[in-house]
């Protein structure tokens, strides 16, 4: 089967830098991917990674290491804007099937 | 910009009722989804459609049904409502690439009393 842990709640300030990790566990593995979802909003895409490394976009930086089956995602020069939902979210049967973690509710405090 | 659009913002069913749920997307995506989302829970995987006519169950199937007569829309279907399906519904589509981003509709709230 497929299962992702991610930790449910993180505090930070503005600001500041905030790392979200993810641990996966998966039957075949076609990438992990990140999404926000703010209060009363849709989830929006923000990041994949297929292969390990870093990646990098604005603020936001994905991280992968497919031997360890985990991945974080990292928010720097925290705005209060940041405050939402991120999701983990791992691909697999083929790809097509996707699953997400719990999700992780970041709280930017000024 | 893609637009998934899902026929109810909010809906107040009764338990034992049949209920449709409605997707459209506009983008010509090959591959749609629904979740459900509740607290504490993220987003758990209905049933998935790769393409027109084909459905595949996700983690929770049971006590739903899909279908897919054409490629932009995707229906969810509780054939019978009970209270435990309360919750909020998300579809998304994507192009037919593992690597492509889901695109989510804004989500019906549904209830069922």
């Known amino acids: 089967g497929q299962s992702l842990e991610q930790p449910s709640e993180v505090t930070a300030v503005e600001g500041a830098i905030v790392q979200i990790n993810c641990t996966y566990q998966t039957s075949g593995f076609y990438g992990l991917s990140w999404y926000q979802q703010h209060d009363g909003g849709a989830p929006t895409f923000l990041s994949y990674n297929a292969l390990d490394g870093l990646e990098e976009t604005g603020r936001f930086s994905s991280f992968l290491s497919r031997s360890d089956s985990y991945g974080y995602l990292l928010l720097q020069e925290l705005q209060m804007k940041d405050s939402a939902s991120y999701f983990c979210a791992v691909g697999g049967a083929g790809g097509f099937k996707t699953i997400f973690g719990a999700g992780t509710r970041l709280f930017v405090k000024a | 910009d893609v637009k998934v659009t899902q026929s109810s913002r909010y809906l107040v069913k009764r338990t034992g009722e049949k209920v449709f749920l409605e997707c459209v997307q506009d983008?010509?995506?090959?591959?749609m989804f629904w979740y459900r989302q509740d607290p504490g829970l993220g987003l758990r995987l209905i049933y998935f459609s790769y393409d027109v006519k084909m459905k595949e169950k996700g983690d929770i199937p049971e006590g739903y049904s899909v279908s897919r007569e054409k490629k932009e829309r995707f229906s969810l279907i509780l054939e019978s409502a009970s209270t435990n399906q309360t919750s909020m519904y998300l579809c998304a589509s994507r192009w037919s690439s593992y690597n492509s981003p889901l695109h989510f509709g804004n989500g019906t709230r549904l209830t069922v009393t």
């Open positions: 983008m010509d995506h090959e591959n």
